[in-house]
């Protein structure tokens, strides 16, 4: 049995699909030409570029938006009950909490 290319709804959808993701990966498309005088497009720019910084940097790309540099939060040991641990489960989860912080930073660094 032959069957035209195309004629089914699944490779219809599926061909749309793999165009929507190819132009999605195209900065071309993802970041506007900035444009300057009366008419300029400086915050769908700043909005575009945003999001793309974010999505291949990260926390680094919070730069453009909130402009200045992103550090992440301090680990705040008050919310730890750190004299009434027996076991050192608060212990434990207070490493944790600086250990995500210290990777997120190496991160940073490394972007």
């Known amino acids: 049995m032959l069957v035209k290319k195309g004629s089914s709804s699944s490779q219809k959808t599926g061909s749309r699909m793999g165009n ?5 990966l195209n900065s ?10 009366c008419a300029n497009n400086y915050d769908l720019f700043k909005r575009k570029i945003s999001i793309a910084c974010m ?3 990260k926390n680094l790309g ?3 938006m909130d402009e ?4 992440p939060l301090l680990v ?7 004299t009434n641990d027996p076991y ?8 944790e909490a600086h250990k995500c912080r210290d990777k997120e930073i190496d991160d940073m660094k490394i972007d």
């Open 28 to 37: 071309d498309m993802a970041v506007p030409m900035l444009h300057f005088g």
């Open 68 to 71: 200045k540099y992103y550090q």
């Open 76 to 82: 705040d040991t008050a919310l730890y009950d750190l």
């Open 62 to 64: 919070r730069l453009i």
């Open 20 to 24: 929507a993701r190819a132009e999605g």
């Open 88 to 95: 050192d489960m608060e212990k434990a989860r207070l490493r």
């Open 55 to 57: 999505e291949k940097y």
